[in-house]
T-cell receptor
C-alpha cells in the first residue's frame, strides 16, 4: 500500500453540479498532485500543491480548483460539471526533499460519473 | 499526433516469457522517463525511473531509453501472472510533475 487514500471511491453527479474529492497523504509528504484519467487513457496532470500553495497547473479550466491542508490532506473541487469530466481522479503525494517524478505515490482514485 | 505513443494491446504471453513494452515520442526535449504499472481499480505504481539515455535494471525489469530514436522500452524477464496489468510510460522535460506526459497504456496478460 502507498499510504495515500482517496474518498469517495465512486461518485455519480449530474451535469452542472459541483463535486469535492478528497485525498489523504502520509505524514511528511508536502507535495500533492492531482490527475484525471479518462477510460483507456493515461493520467493527465491537473495541478500540484506544495506547502499549501498551487505551484503548477496543467491544461485544465479554472473550474478545477484545489486546496492543500497542513495535515497532509487535500481536495480537488470541480464546478459546473460536464459529461467529459467523467473519469478516474488520482492524487499522488511525494515526500519532502525528493524529486517528485522519482517518488510519486498514487492513491487508488475516485471514479466520477457525470450524467 | 500525440506527444507519446503507446500500443494499447492487449498483449498476451505465456508465463516465463520475456515481455517487451515500448513507447515512442516526438518531443526531443524529454529527459526524464518513467514506467508505471497499474492494476485494475488501483492507482499507478512507479516501476522504473531513468534520466536521459541508457539502460537501468531492477530485478526482473529493465528500462531502456534511446533518445536518438525517441524510443523507450521496458523488458520483463521470467514474466509471472502477477505481472498482468496495464503498463504506462511517462516522460517529462523537467523534474516537476507539471510537465509529465503519460502514454495511454498497454494492457498485458500473462497466461499461466
Amino acid at each position: 500500500e502507498t499510504g495515500v487514500t482517496q474518498s469517495p471511491t465512486h461518485l455519480i453527479k449530474t451535469r452542472g453540479q459541483q463535486v469535492t474529492l478528497r485525498c489523504s497523504s502520509q505524514s511528511g509528504h508536502n507535495t500533492v498532485s492531482w490527475y484525471q484519467q479518462a477510460l483507456g487513457q493515461g493520467p493527465q496532470f491537473i495541478f500540484q500543491y506544495y506547502r499549501e500553495e498551487e505551484n503548477g497547473r496543467g491544461n485544465f479550466p479554472p473550474r478545477f480548483s484545489g486546496l492543500q491542508f497542513p495535515n497532509y490532506s487535500s481536495e480537488l473541487n470541480v464546478n459546473a460539471l460536464e459529461l467529459d469530466d467523467s473519469a478516474l481522479y488520482l492524487c499522488a503525494s511525494s515526500p519532502a526533499g525528493t524529486s517528485v517524478l522519482e517518488t510519486q505515490y498514487f492513491g487508488p482514485g475516485t471514479r466520477l460519473l457525470v450524467l | 499526433q500525440k506527444e507519446v505513443e503507446q500500443d494499447p494491446g492487449p498483449l498476451s504471453v505465456p508465463e516465463g516469457a520475456i515481455v517487451s513494452l515500448n513507447c515512442t515520442y516526438s518531443n526531443s526535449a524529454f529527459q526524464y522517463f518513467m514506467w508505471y504499472r497499474q492494476y485494475s481499480r488501483k492507482g499507478p505504481e512507479l516501476l522504473m525511473y531513468t534520466y536521459s539515455s541508457g539502460n537501468k535494471e531492477d530485478g526482473r525489469f529493465t528500462a531502456q531509453v534511446d533518445k536518438s530514436s525517441k524510443y523507450i522500452s521496458l523488458f520483463i524477464r521470467d514474466s509471472q501472472p502477477s505481472d498482468s496489468a496495464t503498463y504506462l510510460c511517462a516522460m517529462s522535460e523537467y523534474s516537476s510533475a507539471s510537465k509529465i506526459i503519460f502514454g495511454s497504456g498497454t494492457r498485458l496478460s500473462i497466461r499461466p
